[in-house]
């Protein structure tokens, strides 16, 4: 079945520095690719996508390339702030959304001032 | 837009009984919803998707006679968990899909459901 490998946390950065949170993933057909973000008390939110191979999901500052060769899809920023401090998940789905996702077991992501 | 509301945010029952959560769409309508279920410091695990007017899809050892849902309207799916246990403790999170013209369609999440089990 399908699975998705996220890096343990919690990931500890001060402000400004470059994240990257890598994400692997096994899936039997092709599937489209997210992440999702969780602040604390709040529900998840889609925080980018990208649904094909070589496309690059963008959004607040955060980037992930779908790399089909090497089945990853690893979140990337260059300067994180304290307010980026949260739960971060990945997650893909065989029909672009269609289906229920399968999720990562989620990075913690703690920023310090 | 795209909100996604649960009710309630949190329950505490005794064993044996019945719990009704229900998940609604706010601002849009949404045929399928699906509803996950997280341990604490693990993934969410993917129940069942509920689909208006029809019956839900249980994912495989998922007990659907544990898990009532029910998706009588375009934007309101309920999960009655019966005879609850302790073991049936945990955090419970649905989403509803937003079909876009040319697109699958994105999973709005709603903020979870924390249950309980005395």
């Known amino acids: 079945g399908d699975s998705v490998t996220q890096m343990e946390g919690p990931v500890t950065l001060s402000e400004e520095a470059f994240l990257t949170i890598n994400c692997t993933y096994t899936?039997?057909?092709?599937?489209?690719l997210f992440w999702y973000v969780q602040y604390p008390g709040e529900g998840l939110q889609l925080l980018l996508k990208a649904t094909k191979a070589d496309d690059k999901g963008s959004n607040k500052g955060f980037e992930a390339t779908y790399r089909k060769e090497t089945t990853s899809f690893h979140l990337e920023k260059g300067s994180v702030q304290v307010s980026d401090s949260a739960v971060y998940f990945c997650?893909?789905?065989?029909?672009?959304?269609?289906?229920?996702?399968?999720f990562g077991k989620g990075t913690h992501l703690i920023i310090q001032p | 837009g795209a909100v996604v509301s649960q009710h309630p945010s949190w329950v505490i029952c005794k064993s044996g009984t019945s719990v009704k959560i229900e998940c609604r769409s706010l601002d849009f309508q949404a045929t399928t919803m699906f509803w996950y279920r997280q341990f604490p410091k693990q993934s969410l695990m993917l129940m069942a998707t509920?689909?208006?007017?029809?019956?839900?899809?249980?994912e495989q050892g998922v007990e659907k006679d544990k898990f009532l849902i029910n998706h009588a309207s375009l934007t309101l799916s309920t999960l009655t968990v019966t005879s609850a246990h302790p073991e049936d403790s945990s955090f419970y999170i649905c989403?509803?899909?937003?079909?876009?013209?040319?697109?699958?369609?994105?999973?709005?999440f709603g903020p979870g459901t924390r249950l309980l089990v005395l």
């Open positions: 989403s509803a899909r937003l079909v876009q013209p040319g697109a699958a369609g994105t999973q709005y």
């Open positions: 509920s689909n208006e007017g029809s019956k839900a899809t249980y």
């Open positions: 899936a039997t057909g092709y599937p489209s």
């Open positions: 997650a893909l789905s065989d029909r672009g959304g269609a289906d229920g996702l399968t």
